[in-house]
């Protein structure tokens, strides 16, 4: 069993930046590839970047690329993602997610076993 609680979400300018954090609880952290999803009122939950148990490997939505960046510290089991160059359309509500088996390159919601509340991101223009 995993928790994830999200924290960092609040209210920014466009073109600001952003860092959000999750926190797991259980000593097998390390062993979950994790991930961030978001989902805008009236939208489906979308995936945002996903990241390997190790940290090796990572994956973006193409809507990020460039612009966020997903990190993990397994020592404090904690996943982040730094959000630069806010845009309004990246307002959600962001939600952290952990796998135990298969591949970050699959990003549909149904492959993660444990979710987080999430956290509020809203960008004003």
């Known amino acids: 069993q995993v928790q994830l609680v999200e924290s960092g979400g609040g209210l920014v300018q466009t073109g600001g930046s952003l860092r959000l954090s999750c926190a797991a609880s259980?000593?097998?952290?390390?062993?979950?590839?994790m991930a961030w999803f978001r989902q805008a009122p009236g939208k489906e939950r979308e995936f945002v970047a996903a990241i390997s148990w190790s940290g090796g490997n990572t994956n973006y939505a193409d809507s990020v690329k460039g612009r966020f960046a997903i990190s993990r510290d397994n020592a404090k089991n904690t996943v982040y993602l730094q959000m630069n160059s806010l845009k309004p359309e990246d307002t959600a509500v962001y939600y952290c997610?952990?796998?135990?088996?298969?591949?970050?390159?699959?990003?549909?919601?149904?492959?993660?076993?444990?979710w987080g509340q999430g956290t509020q991101v809203t960008v004003s223009s």
């Open positions: 997610a952990a796998r135990k088996f298969g591949s970050i390159s699959d990003t549909a919601t149904g492959e993660y076993d444990y």
């Open positions: 259980g000593r097998t952290f390390s062993s979950y590839a």
